[in-house]
């Protein structure tokens, strides 16, 4: 029997729903909610992706600003740029597009954006807190994938998980995620020696990797719930994940496809996270 689609767009559409009538009660309020997105340089990804999510604040009512930096900007002009942006009240969710060019330091940019308005979740400190389980914002990829499997009501408690990757945009942090709802959570990368032997024993497969197809039906368990966050273009122009979704499908009870499954996740737990700071700033707890 074929797995059953985990629709991430159906899901985005349900979460965002949510969050317009949040953005509404600021607006009465008279606390509009803002996203300022800074985008350095001209990569024609980096473009789609802020336009992307500058056309999702404005279908659900946030204010956004995209503030566009050439490729050689100095240092100390970018990083004024995010400290007027710290002390605009009208401003409550400051995300730099990445990547950036060479001659800037990505950590040093990040943590340069304040705590209270970091709704990428990149900040050391925001890191430090979702390792403590201490409140703060979720990165939003790895936020995105724990509200498909709750939409499509997983269960956490006592489950295996693997997951396929290390990197601190999505590896890790889903692992710290998954480990804070009592899954017990192995992290595997691309050099796992057996990999398949871990994937296997999985009961929740997440994999984030980068390569494509890389993960194949035989390697999962029967029934197992498969989260594909990879994205990838192959020679002909077509997308794919890092999950070879045929032979995955026939196998697994739960999958996410590609394009359609995490993706739009990503971006709504962007305007999540913002919403949230906004609440916080209006003293409103959601």
Known sequence: MPATVMDGIAVARHTRAQLEGRVEALAARGAPCGL???????????????????????????HSEMIELPADVARETLLARIGALNADPGIH??????????????KEVLETISLLKDVDGFHVESMGALMAGLPGFWPCT????MMILDYYKVPLSGANAVVIGRSNIVGKPQ??????????VTI????????????????????????????TGDMIKP?????????N??????????????????????????PGGVGPMTITM????????????????A
């Open 36 to 62: 300022a997105v800074i985008i350095v340089g001209d990569n024609p990804a980096s473009r789609v992706y802020v336009r992307n999510k500058v056309k999702a604040c404005g279908e659900i009512g946030i």
């Open 270 to 285: 962007l305007l999540a996270n913002t919403v949230h700071a906004a609440e916080s700033a209006a003293d409103i707890h």
């Open 233 to 258: 273009r192959l020679p002909d122009g077509k997308l794919c994940g890092d999950v070879d979704y045929d032979s995955a499908a026939a196998v697994a009870g739960l999958i996410t496809p590609v």
């Open 223 to 231: 029934g197992a719930v498969v989260v594909d966050v990879g994205i």
């Open 142 to 145: 790895p936020y995105g994938v």
């Open 93 to 106: 969710g400051i995300l730099v597009q990445l990547p950036l060019p060479r001659h800037l330091d990505v």
């Open 175 to 184: 692992a710290l995620m998954l480990l804070a709802r009592d899954a017990t």
């Open 188 to 215: 595997c990368t691309s050099m796992t020696r057996d990999l398949a032997r871990h994937t296997r024993a999985a009961d929740i497969l997440v994999v984030a990797t980068g390569r494509a197809r890389m993960v």
